[in-house]
Structures are given as structure tokens and as C-alpha cells.
Nanobody, 124 residues
């Protein structure tokens, strides 16, 4: 089993920034890809960004390209999501995710492990 614990959510004004962190523990050697999803009220959970643990290659949803940056710290088994130029439509619960297979993370069905989620609210 793999445990994922997010931190860093909160309330921020439009145009502001936040950094989310996801610390992983447990059978992390089985994980090849980690990333972030989000779910707004009344909407389905959607992919935000993913990173391959070994190569470090990344992918992003079109809605966040150029504003969000995903990174990892292998020594700390931690993944980060730097979110800049935040918009009200970025408001959602953000979930850390991990998958065992090597392919890109895109849909929620790709995910093997989920964190508990952290709330991000963008509002003036």
C-alpha cells in the first residue's frame, strides 16, 4: 500500500499563488507516476498534472498549462504543484494521485492511490 498526504491548500485572491505538497510513504517503489487531480462542486474529478518518478517528464491539462508547475523531490518522496496566476475557476479540492504503470496519467481511472484532498479556494 501507498499513503499520500497533501498539504498547502487555502484561500487565495485571484492572481495569487499557492504551492501544494504531497508526501508519499509505504510501498513507494511500486509507483512510477504521481500527479494531481481536482474536483469542483458538482463536477467530475479531472486531471491537472502528472510527473514520471524516474525520468521526471511531465504533462498538464490545457487549462493549467503555463500557470502550474509540477516537480518532485526524490529524496523526500514528495511531489509539489506550484500554482501561479490562480483563477476563481481553479477552486476545487485537489487530490494527490499515484499509479503503478508507466503510461501517462490522464483520467481518474488511471490512478491506483489517492490522497485525502486539500481545498483550494480562489476568491476576492
Amino acid at each position: 500500500q501507498v499513503q499520500l498526504v497533501e498539504s498547502g491548500g487555502g484561500l487565495v485572491q485571484p492572481g495569487g499563488s499557492l504551492r501544494l505538497s504531497c508526501a508519499s510513504s509505504g510501498s513507494i517503489s511500486s509507483i512510477n507516476v504521481m500527479g494531481w487531480y481536482r474536483q469542483a462542486p458538482g463536477k467530475e474529478r479531472e486531471f491537472v498534472s502528472g510527473i514520471k518518478w524516474g525520468a521526471g517528464s511531465t504533462n498538464y491539462a490545457d487549462s493549467v498549462k503555463g500557470r502550474f508547475t509540477i516537480s518532485r523531490d526524490n529524496a523526500k518522496n514528495t511531489v509539489y504543484l506550484q500554482m501561479n496566476t490562480l483563477k476563481p475557476e481553479d477552486t476545487a479540492v485537489y487530490y494527490c494521485a499515484a499509479k503503478r504503470t508507466l503510461g501517462r496519467m490522464t483520467t481518474a481511472s488511471d490512478v491506483d492511490y489517492w490522497g485525502q484532498g486539500t481545498q483550494v479556494t480562489v476568491s476576492s
